[in-house]
């Protein structure tokens, strides 16, 4: 493997790349920045984005283009305001040793008189959305006559999108010597017609497949009645308590309208849209990446560009119309080394959509069932009581030590652990108690949802945070207990801790290969769990099955209050916002 001193960097990016932390060249920069240094060629890349590819084209620009003279050497067309940011900072930060260099931002939706200022100071190189790119060449604000790069940047979205004609007209005010890099996620007809007819001779590099979605998402779709989708969404919400997702809608109304159920019903949520102003639009994504927002409900138009890195979950509330589009959208997850999980709730009528995406993307997805009311119970209980037990002591408490203490001085510790989580577990056990079966099977049928009696559920202490996705943490366990290829089954990995599923014949070997397993220095705890939703049990038991259900915790029914999730209250709208950190959390869920 490379490091960026081999790929043949000079002293100033190799500065910024060590002050950013990036250690090893990303496979698009490995293949991209040698061949783009050295030689003076076109290049088709097919990379998704959170693949690095800015930096593959970013590094080998700022090394070539003469930073003593002013004049704008480097054109980058971008499809969204968003993302031309974006892009200016990233190249902003890695030319940050390079005395001199101005990186200029052209976009709709801000003054063109403040662009045209900044250009008018001598900009070596200009990031520009196609729409606002050409209308500043038409008066005359911009020269692109003398560019030396230019580069069409996810040029399958800015197709997607309609800018054929706007790019054709940016070309056509550049010089014919010129080297154009073209990036792309998916390589559509009009891409391939694009290079075709703007580049010469084009060296083509794939990172992974073409079309591929990026190996680090796993792919599930859940099969529920089409006035169901909403309380499955919830569920999908509710089942994984660390959840910070894109969900996303066909249409402006659907995304204003789901955004606002979830906000009414105590969800950090917050809507994304074109019929919102920048301004609202950028509050959101501000609250968006502080984590103030949990669930960005968006359209897939102004979810472009979204650059958020930590993104768990990409919520297909819907399935776009143009199924390539899906590869954007899981494609917001999984990004920079991380794991991610591209849920798809769909009525029986769209499963066989899911087996063309299938295609599309060369990957198989998970069919799964919305999880039950029960199973989200004991998903919240567990996430609570992991939470508590990696708490450090905040000693600010130690003041008021002494009246807690007196007030529990008659409650032992198993009766004080059973109270405290009974007051989170009670919440949601009132919830969903009567809660229906919402997983439909594909034929249309009402499914039932009894585990058969030969299943056993386990849980395990491991998660999405120690690496795992369903199908490493399937071939984890297959490993390591020497099982064959369909004995693991149902896994379900949370972000601290999973689910799994084995034959009932299969129970005494799991266990007892787990009563002192060891992993990375750490105990693997691997125990039977009772899921009801599926088994009619009651939760997971310490011994093993044997405790019955009237041991269960039971809080007394009491107000919900604000759960701490760290990232509350951010809605988008004013009242919302102000209101949030405050209002009981979820308390009008139905
Ligand atoms: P991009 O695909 O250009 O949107 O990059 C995705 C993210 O990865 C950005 O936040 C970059 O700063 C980051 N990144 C790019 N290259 C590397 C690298 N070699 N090592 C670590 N992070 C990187």
Redesign the pocket.
Known sequence: MSTFQELGLNEDLLNAIND?G?????EV?QKAIPVLLEEERDLVALAQ???????AFGFPMLQKINIKSRTTQGLILSPTRELCLQITN?LKLYGKYCKGLNVVAIYGGASVTEQANQIKKGAQIVVATPGRMKDMISRKLVDISKIEYSVLDEADEMLNMGFYEDITDILAHTPMEKSTWLFSATMPKEVASIAKKFMYDPLEITVGNRNESTNQVSHEYYVVNGRDRYLALKRLADANPDIFSVVFCRTKRDTQRVAEKLVEDGYNAGALHGDLSQNQRDLVMKAFRNNQIQMLVATDVAARGI?V?DITHVINYQLPDEIETYTHRSGRTG??GKTGVSMVIVAKSEVRKIKSIERIIKKQFQKKDIPSGMEICEVQLMSLANKVHNTEVNHEIDPYLDSINDLFEDTNKEELIKKFFSVEFTRFFNYYKDSKDLTVSESGESHSRERSSDDVRYFINVGRKDGYDWMSLKDFLKAILELGRDDVFKVDVKDSFSFFNTEKALQEKVLSFFTDFKYNGRFVNVEITENRGRSGGGKRDRKRGRRNRDEQPRGERRSRRSKDSGRRGASGSKKNRRSASDRPRRSRRK
């Not at 990036?22 to 990303?26: E, G, K, L, Q, R």
């Open positions: 950013l990036f250690v090893t060249p990303s920069q984005t959170g693949t690095g590819k800015t930096a990233e650059d890195d990004r920079a």
